[in-house]
Each structure stands twice: as C-alpha cells, then as structure tokens.
C-alpha cells in the first residue's frame, strides 16, 4: 500500500462545476499536511496547508480528518486555470522530516 | 527575492557517463532537499539537509547517487555511472530554519536527465 493514495483521475468537468479530490495517508504520526499544484513539466507550488479544523482560501477549502487519516480538496467555480494536477503532501518525522507525496490527481477544466 | 535555482534544466547523456545536478536554495533557508520524479511515478523523496550536514539520505536509491552541500550553501547530487532508469525530474526544494514539517517548501524548477 502506497504511503499516500490520491484518485489519479483524470476528472473532467467544466467551467463553475464544484470538483472534489481524495487523499488518504498511512501513516498516523504524520504531522502536516498539504495541497500543492504542479502544472505540466513545471515545479509542484504549495496551495493550500490544511488545518484539522478545515481551512479555506478563497474558491478552494480543504479538510483533514485524523481519525480516518484523510485529507480533501474542494475546488468550487472551476476556472479553466485550474487546470493542472493537484499533489496531496504529508509530511512527518522527528528531528528531520520527511515528505511523501502522492501521485497527483488531473484535473482538466473545460469552457 | 530569488527563488530555488537549479542547474541544468535539462540533460542528456550516455548510459555510464557522470552528471551533475546544482541546486542553489533561496537564501537563508537552512533546509534543501532533493526529489526525483521517474517517468509515471510519483514524486520521491531522497534526501535533506540542514545546512551542511545530511539530515535524512533514506531515499537515496544506490551508492552511484551522492549529495553535498558544502559550506551550507548550494547543493550538488552527483550520479555516477548514470543508468536509464535515472531518467526523470529532480527537483530540489528548500525551506526556512526551525521545524521542519511545519514549514512550506519551495521546489525549483527541476533538472531533467535522460540518460540514454
């Protein structure tokens, strides 16, 4: 079992839809957590931390559940610029750290 | 303020030969790391600094993969002989002093090697 699982996608949906993304990780004495977007052959650029109490930055809101060892990104108004793929983080470690990513999930946003 | 500088962007060599990847972190940031990213895998974690000494060399995949980071500053990794499944995206990221896990990391643009 991979260390942190996301839906590859892709998931297709157009202009204004409300699109939803799933990450779940393995680890429980993970630490942090974070949404990053990576557009094609570009670097990953942070997006979002999220907060266990649930955060949210303008049309993007993201979750964290412990318990379940889940994490979520809800995009709402889709813009075409959303376009990219969407890369769950999660972080742990004691001294150093170390930074898992998941595989990303694609999203295309169509007019 | 700059950010994550890496050198080359791009680089192609022979199966065998010896490549070397730079990464310069954004200044004062006490934290590099590097990445690597094969063709259809996710990104993976190889290694962190705190300024000069290795924190964390886990994901190192083999003995022909060695990192520096003399004098705290920029930071090398060296593949020596390179192979085909090298092949992919290595990226190199910082972040400021103090707790690691909470702090934002900032990616460079990445080296890509295609070792033929």
């Known amino acids: 079992r991979k260390e942190v699982e996301q839906d590859p996608g892709p998931f297709n949906v157009p202009e204004g839809a409300t699109v939803a993304f799933n990450c779940t990780y393995s680890n429980s004495a993970s630490q942090s957590f974070f949404w990053y977007r990576q557009d094609c052959r570009k670097e990953p650029k942070l997006l979002m931390s999220v907060y266990s109490s649930g955060n949210e930055d303008g049309r993007f809101t993201a979750q964290l559940n412990r318990a379940s060892q889940y994490i979520s990104l809800l995009i709402r108004d889709s813009k075409l610029s959303d376009s990219a793929t969407y890369l769950c983080v999660v972080n742990y470690g004691t001294g150093g750290f170390k930074t898992i990513f998941g595989a990303g999930t694609r999203l295309f946003v169509k007019a | 303020e700059a950010g994550v500088t890496q050198f080359p962007s791009h680089s192609v060599i022979e199966k065998g030969q010896t490549v070397t990847l730079r990464c310069d972190p954004i200044s004062g940031h006490d934290n590099l790391y590097w990445y690597r990213r094969v063709m259809g895998k996710e990104i993976k974690f190889l290694l962190h600094f705190v300024k000069e000494s290795k924190q964390d060399e886990s994901g190192m995949p083999n003995n022909r993969f060695l990192a520096e980071r003399t004098g705290g500053t920029y930071s090398t990794l060296k593949v020596q002989p390179a192979e085909l499944e090298d092949s992919g995206v290595y990226f190199c990221?910082?972040?400021?002093?103090?707790?690691?896990?909470?702090?934002?990391?900032?990616f460079g643009e990445g080296s890509w090697l295609t070792v033929v």
């Open positions: 990221a910082s972040s400021p002093t103090g707790q690691g896990w909470g702090n934002t990391i900032y």
